[in-house]
């Protein structure tokens, strides 16, 4: 077999792995889980007149957070050519924004609050910030594999 063709075979392979059943399935669960949660974040923020503003700007952040998650699931399973991992980079991104986000909001808890609950919050939100990191990192390495394979296939 020629390097060329087992080449042809490992993009293919590579190609079949970005689009397989499992990876669409995972985009279908993200999908109904952040239908979900921001549905019932929302009644709650919209049927709750008396909420303190505070609970209300929060109520609309994770409204966004949620709608955000829907956008990138309806968008990469309506994609209709391969994604080359772009898919997995934009969420990791995300997921590093949004944990950011919780994490700034646990070390205001810990200013205001100063108790041993909101050092928890901190802590937990330190180790999903830390996780949220190594997944983008490893999304931005595979994108730049593949990008690189890609690359050299073309220009033979």
Do not use: H
Not at 65 to 75: D, H, K, N, P, T
Not at 77 to 95: E, H, K, T
Not at 105 to 123: E, T
């Amino acid at each position: 077999m020629s390097p060329q063709m087992k080449s042809l075979q490992d993009v293919r392979l590579l190609a079949g792995a970005e689009l397989s059943r499992n990876a669409r399935l995972g985009y279908v669960a993200l999908l109904l889980v952040s239908a979900a949660m921001t549905a019932v974040i929302s009644s709650l923020w919209l049927t709750e007149v008396a909420l303190p503003v505070r609970t209300q700007w929060a109520f609309g952040v994770m409204s966004l957070i949620g709608v955000s998650w829907m956008a990138l699931s309806l968008w990469t399973l309506n994609a209709r050519r391969p994604l080359f991992a772009r898919d997995r980079v934009i969420a990791g991104g995300m997921a590093v924004a949004f944990t950011s986000l919780f994490f700034a909001g646990a070390a205001a808890a810990v200013v205001i609050a100063s108790n041993a609950a909101s050092l928890a919050l901190l802590s937990m939100g330190a180790l999903m910030l830390a996780c949220a990191v190594s997944v983008f990192v490893g999304a931005r390495r595979r994108f730049a594999d593949l990008s690189a394979r890609r690359a050299a296939l073309a220009a033979r």
